[in-house]
């Protein structure tokens, strides 16, 4: 069965070890007055282009996107992409693996997992000023590789998550409200990892010590989703994926998705998004 292309990170035979799991990359020297063209693929890695003065086009989980000045793209692992960025463009690339990143503390974890469930935020020049300052210092910190480098540019790296998130406004800051999202993340997570094999929500609930009111009723707040929908959204995000990034049977999506009733999947696809598997490769792809 044939799987969308995957990338990595690219490795350096000088250190290998951080290569594997965090870079960064000025977009100047990147292109090097080229433009950068990438057809549909997938990372196992974490992925933030901040731009302070660039034109093209980007596309991710088929959501397209003009690119702007004072602009920052951020991707989680598994997510689809395609992106033409011109060759004038200016800003930093910077990719890393969730191990790199310090998930062993919940705070930056929920920081992390909230940032990057945005893919496009389109900032003012000033607050892209801000970002483009702690990027700069975490590009110069990784290229002179001083003593204890890699824990400044993890504390850089959380200011600059900081940062993103106040992009998003302020939230309540009381304990339930706390619960209630922390709650939320494990059940996103979960839904990430399980949806294949687990679609009730039901599944979810027990694995959270909840009952599927109680998760249902967190979600439609904060979410305004029901827990079934959030499943549906997720398995036709990967269905949409598999179909126009790889050249797989119909049975053989089904399969993966985890139906063994071929002609169920073709129904349920068809319910939410108006088209036959067929049709949708045929017209999208």
Known sequence: MERIPIRHIHTSQKEPDLSESFSIRDISGLLAGKDMVQELHRHDFFYILALKNATGDHEIDFTPYTIGDNSVFFMRPGQVHQLVLKAESTGYLMQFKAEFYSLQDKIFSQLLRKTSQINHYQLTATDFLKLRSILTYIFQEYAEKKERFEEVIKANMN???????????????????????????????????????????????AMLHLSAYQLNAMAKAALGKTCAELITEHIILEAKRCLLATSNQINQTAYRLGYEDVSYFIRFFKKHTGYSPEAFRNNFG
Do not use: C, N, W
């Not at 998550?161 to 302020?170: K, M, P, T, V």
């Not at 800051?173 to 059940?187: I, N, T, V």
């Open 159 to 205: 200011i600059f998550f900081i940062e993103l998130a106040r992009q998003q406004g302020s939230s309540p800051s009381d304990q339930a409200s706390l619960y209630m999202q922390e709650r939320l993340e494990k059940f996103l997570g979960l839904l990430e990892t399980h949806v294949f094999t687990h679609k009730q929500v039901a599944q979810y609930a």
